[in-house]
């Protein structure tokens, strides 16, 4: 059966999944950039979430990217989806639920600029079934991608994960800093202290409760 995708969509010769949105084109000269987690960051942490019911916005989500849309900063969602590996799910639940969550955003005057997913996992089902991908946080591969078609000042963009792996991509795509949040995976044992041990001297971490406060 033949795969039915949005039109700003591509999935690359890597299999990531890459849509840019027309609000990308306003961004004429480079900005500095927002790179949000998904699940867990914008919307509720469940487990493999891949039914549209199941999508609700984390209070405070669409507020911070409304701000960020209205500071004139790309918003990008970089997400990892280990489900499409584990044949729990595909694409088309993938994009069914991405557009739910597209629709409650909108419904608070947010938008995101691009998104990118990536499938692969050690433990999964070909062609997905990757050791160390170099798209999967915490490597820097899908910020990498969106870099390439949206000019990013790198050293003045942040990204937002519940989890120290989504930090460590951003540092290592250059950016200046990483906020962890703790919904999601945030409140894990361990988690928040190993997001604290990826900041350097050139990367700055942020520990807040949740999206909600970025701004505050």
């Known amino acids: 059966m033949s795969l ?15 849509q840019l949105f027309d609000s990308a084109k306003r961004f004429e000269t480079a900005r500095p950039a927002l790179f949000l987690d998904r699940d867990g960051v914008i919307v509720e942490e469940v487990h493999y979430l891949h039914k549209v019911d199941d ?52 419904q ?9 997913a990536c499938p692969h996992h050690k433990v999964g089902k070909a062609p997905y079934n990757h050791p160390d991908h170099e798209a999967r ?10 870099m390439q078609v949206i000019d990013v ?15 460590q991509a951003g540092r290592a795509a250059g950016l200046c800093g990483g906020v962890h949040v703790l919904t999601g995976h945030g409140g894990d044992d361990g988690e928040a202290e190993r997001a604290k041990g990826i900041a350097t001297k050139d990367f700055y971490i942020k520990s807040v409760k949740s999206i909600k406060d970025l701004f505050g």
Request: with cysteine; net charge negative; charged share 20%.
């Open 4 to 18: 039915t995708l949005p039109s700003n969509v591509t999935i690359d010769a890597q299999h990531i999944w890459c």
């Open 55 to 106: 999508v609700a916005l984390i209070d405070g989500a669409a507020a911070v990217i409304a701000q960020a849309n209205a500071d004139n900063r790309p918003v990008i969602i970089v997400t990892n989806q280990a489900g499409i590996a584990r044949d729990m799910f595909g694409w088309e639940e993938f994009n069914a639920v991405q557009e739910r969550m597209l629709d409650l955003l909108a």
């Open 153 to 167: 000042i790198c050293e003045q963009s942040w990204i937002v994960g519940d989890k120290a792996g989504d930090l």
């Open 108 to 116: 608070e005057g947010a938008f995101v600029d691009a998104v990118y």
């Open 137 to 146: 946080k915490p490597n820097p591969g899908m910020l990498t991608r969106a």
